[in-house]
Every structure is written in C-alpha cells, then in structure tokens.
C-alpha cells in the first residue's frame, strides 16, 4: 500500500509563497504520473501541476508562471513551489499518485491560505 505524506501548507499574505513537499512511501519512479489538486471550499478538486515519469510537466492556467512542479527521485518527494499566491489560492491542497498498473492513491491533503 502506498502512502503520501503533504506537508508545507499554512497561512501567508497575498503576493507570499510556500513550497509543498509530498513525500511518497516507495520510490517514485513507480509511478506514471505524480500531481497536486486542490479543493476549495464548495468547489470541485480541480488539477493544480502534473509531473509525469519522463518528467514532463502540466499546470492549470491559473497558476502558469506562479507555481512550479519538482521532484526529487532520492527522497521519493515531489514539490509544489507556489509565488506569487492569490487569495483564489486558498484550498486543500491533496498529493496524487497513478502507479503503473493504474492505481490511484491520494494524501490527505494540507491546507493553504492566503490572505489579502
């Protein structure tokens, strides 16, 4: 059973940034495709930065040129670095993991909050 382990939220002023590390049990080439997704309140979780085995990587518009998705094979993690935040950034923000085989395993995700 594989875990993922967010952490790195909290509360910053608009214009701050944060850097969220989500540390997989197992190593990480065992997935396919590794991202973040985030959940407002009331809304839908919605895909935030996508980075796949070979290392190709995808963002949502909204957060292109602010946020940037990293890993780092050694330690089974991979980053989300957020500048520039926006209170329209506020949401739990969930780890998600497709190994090879297609499961899925999601975090328990870590709160961001950004003030303005």
């Known amino acids: 059973q594989v875990q993922l382990v967010e952490s790195g939220g909290g509360l910053v002023q608009a214009g701050g940034s944060l850097r969220l590390s989500c540390t997989a049990s197992s190593n990480i080439f065992n997935f396919r495709i590794m991202g973040w997704y985030r959940q407002a309140p009331g809304s839908q979780r919605d895909m935030v930065a996508t980075i796949t085995k070979v290392g190709g990587v995808n963002y949502v518009d909204s957060v292109k040129g602010r946020f940037t998705v990293s890993r780092d094979v050694a330690d089974n993690t991979v980053y989300l670095q957020m500048n520039s935040l926006k209170p329209e950034d506020t949401a739990v923000y969930s780890c998600?993991?497709?190994?090879?085989?297609?499961?899925?395993?999601w975090g328990r995700g870590t709160q961001v909050t950004v003030s303005s």
């Open positions: 998600h993991a497709v190994t090879m085989n297609w499961s899925t395993y």
